[in-house]
């Protein structure tokens, strides 16, 4: 009996084109052009094998999975990261942690910051 069940609800999923793995309906790929020339490589890519080679030319006993995690690491605070941390906080003029505001200053949720939500006499009843 189950093993009928199990047969039974295979079909209908076949039917309904959810059946197991890619099968007929799968999505189909655009066919990539032989003479489009690849992309140029990106800043974190450059950087990336700048660093790894420079961390292994350092260390010698480094493995490449070491010096690949470092250097993702240094990623963060290097120059060429336009993402640079610590400058997100000044692009959006948000404040530091510890200096106040926060998101109600951002939304304009002034001291109180609830809005409507909060003892402003418009109750649910």
């Not at 030319?57 to 640079?84: C, I, L, V, Y």
């Amino acid at each position: 009996a189950a093993a009928a069940a199990a047969a039974t609800a295979a079909s209908i999923a076949a039917e309904n084109g959810r059946g197991r793995g890619r099968g007929r309906g799968g999505r189909k790929r655009k066919d990539r052009d032989a003479q489009r020339a690849p992309r140029p490589p990106s800043a974190y890519n450059l950087f990336m094998k700048d660093e790894v080679a420079r961390l292994k030319a350092a260390n010698s006993e480094m493995s490449h999975k070491e010096a690949f995690k470092e250097a993702a690491r240094n990623w963060g605070t290097a120059d060429a990261n336009p993402q640079k941390r610590g400058m997100v906080d000044t692009m959006w003029n948000v404040p530091a942690p510890g200096e106040g505001g926060g998101a109600g200053a951002l939304l304009g949720g002034g001291e109180g910051g609830g809005g409507a939500l909060e003892g402003d006499g418009a109750e649910i009843a």
